[in-house]
């Protein structure tokens, strides 16, 4: 929680830190300057370096050459050389710095500073130059200091003396500072135009989403009307299309579920209008005879009846859509199962001489939820039934290989019309309404067994001849698949 207020308190704007737009120019942002600033840290290390050695390398040689110098001229023994003695004094200037000349007592005899001649200097550079060893070290940010051995002329190579020589790098501070400032300052305005860059270019790759967005809200706001079409680029043409065939997905689904409800309350509504009219004749007639009341009284009971049949067909198709994945399934002995089911409809089809025959090729043992797969096969074979004729046959056969299982429910019955087979599943679909109505069909059946089947992953298919017969076959998996 605090952190939340933490949040709000300090970014108030939190959904565009967020924001893919903010992520991006974050991005581009740091892809553009990371290697600037690193390259320039780079440069400024290597340009300093470079300077140093190079002034080390320049004193060195001018010591180099002032040694020799002072070597043929024997200055060490005869320092009032006065031209070699300006010399030292041009040279320590020209680096801004200082020489001592020492000789081989430790005695400083030449210092261009004029402070310390006369004096001892036992450094360890000096000693160990005396042993012909040159030294040179840089401290840090301040001066160069190199000692440089003076030999004797010729192929004398005793060292009589050393130049202990230093040169200031004060000037090559000044400059080097110089270079990071004006570094610094490209840097700094690099960064903004960078930064203004970076959000110029975020918005544009941003673009097609935010109007997608607009797109899709005012395609909410005008209840689902036109098609998305945001071509900017392949990803978002993707984008549209995938959406534009969710949408039709959405408007079918409406369209099913405006016809579900217009169906639902015309076929709730017309045994209502039967019992309506049935009342309103037996009550305009006054003195009616008793006969009449009870033939009238017995249709409205059928109809109250025929009411009732449609509202638990209804529930449970809206049921069992509701509970496409919450299956109670069990293994089952699947002959057992279909016999038991046929015991249970044999007097309906003994009462419409209709003959019911089971043959099974196999045992099969599956996992079924025996709930809804009962009602389903009793709807087909009552369907079997009731669409057939007298002395009819209704033969169920059962199959299976290593997978599925195959019930087969076949009749001799009127068969349904090849136009009408694509819409035998649908809620209240009748071929021949009024005699399903006579029959006491509600048009709800073959729904709830396709419901059942598709909860189980299995397929329902028909093939039926006018006036031959029809024959339905489901396939389910014999292990369930969840
Ligand atoms: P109903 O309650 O009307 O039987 P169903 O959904 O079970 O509804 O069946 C839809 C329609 O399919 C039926 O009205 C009928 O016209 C046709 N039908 C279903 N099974 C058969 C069949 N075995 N023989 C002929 N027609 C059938």
């Not at 430790?106 to 005396?130: K, N, P, Q, S, W």
């Not at 196999?362 to 809804?372: G, N, Q």
């Not at 039934?385 to 019930?407: P, T």
């Amino acid at each position: 929680m605090f952190k939340g207020i933490l949040k709000e308190r300090f970014f108030p704007n939190a959904k565009f830190f967020r924001s893919l737009n903010f992520r991006i120019m974050v991005i581009l942002f740091l892809i553009g300057t990371i290697p600037a600033l690193i390259l320039s840290v780079a440069f400024l290390s290597a340009y300093r370096e470079q300077s140093i050695t190079r002034l080390g390398n320049d004193v060195s040689n001018q010591c180099q050459i002032l040694a020799t110098q002072l070597g043929s001229a024997n200055y060490l023994d005869n320092p009032n050389n006065e031209t070699l003695t300006g010399e030292l004094a041009q040279v320590a200037m020209l680096y801004d710095g200082r020489i001592l000349i020492i000789d081989q007592n430790f005695h400083i005899m030449v210092d261009t500073y004029a402070l310390e001649e006369g004096r001892t200097m036992l450094a360890e550079e000096v000693i160990r130059c005396f042993k012909g060893e040159s030294t040179s070290h840089y401290v840090s940010g301040r001066f160069i200091e190199m000692t440089v051995p003076i030999t004797g002329s010729g192929e004398d190579k005793t060292v009589n003396g050393v130049i202990l020589a230093s040169a200031s790098t004060d000037s090559l501070n000044a400059r080097f500072e110089d270079l990071r400032n004006f570094t610094e300052i490209w840097l700094a305005a690099g960064s903004i135009c960078l930064l203004a860059l970076a959000v110029l270019l975020s918005n544009w790759l941003v673009k097609p989403l935010r109007h997608m967005n607009k797109f899709i809200g005012d395609l909410v706001e005008g209840a689902l009307d036109g098609d998305l079409d945001i071509r900017d680029c392949t990803e978002t043409e993707n984008i549209s299309n995938t959406f534009n065939s969710l949408l039709a997905k959405l408007r079918l689904m409406e369209e099913s579920r405006q016809e579900f409800v217009s169906n639902v309350s015309h076929e709730l509504k017309t045994p209502l209008a039967s019992m309506k009219v049935l009342a309103d004749s037996l009550l305009v007639q006054e003195g009616a005879p008793v006969e009449l009341y009870q033939e009238f009284m017995q249709d409205i009971a059928e109809e109250i009846d025929r009411e009732n049949t449609i509202i638990s067909d209804l529930l449970t198709l809206v049921k069992t859509d509701r509970k496409v994945t919450g299956l109670n399934v069990e293994v089952t002995d699947v002959n057992a199962f279909l016999e038991q089911i046929l015991k249970r409809l044999r007097p309906i089809a003994e009462k419409e001489n209709v003959e019911l025959v089971f043959e099974s090729n196999r045992s099969v043992s599956a996992e079924i939820d025996v709930t809804r797969l009962s009602l389903a096969f009793s709807n087909l074979v009552e369907n079997a039934v009731k669409y057939n004729h007298e002395n009819g046959w209704v033969r169920v056969s059962l199959d299976a290989d290593h997978k599925f299982f195959y019930v087969k429910v076949s009749d001799s019955g009127m068969g349904i019309p090849q136009e009408s087979l694509d819409y035998i599943f649908e809620r209240f679909y009748r071929v021949d309404k009024s005699h399903s109505r006579e029959i006491g069909g509600t048009g709800l059946g073959l729904a709830i067994t396709r419901s059942a089947v598709v909860a189980h992953r299995g397929a329902i298919r028909v093939q039926s001849t006018v006036g031959e017969g029809t024959v339905f076959t489901v396939r389910i998996p014999i292990r369930y698949i969840t």
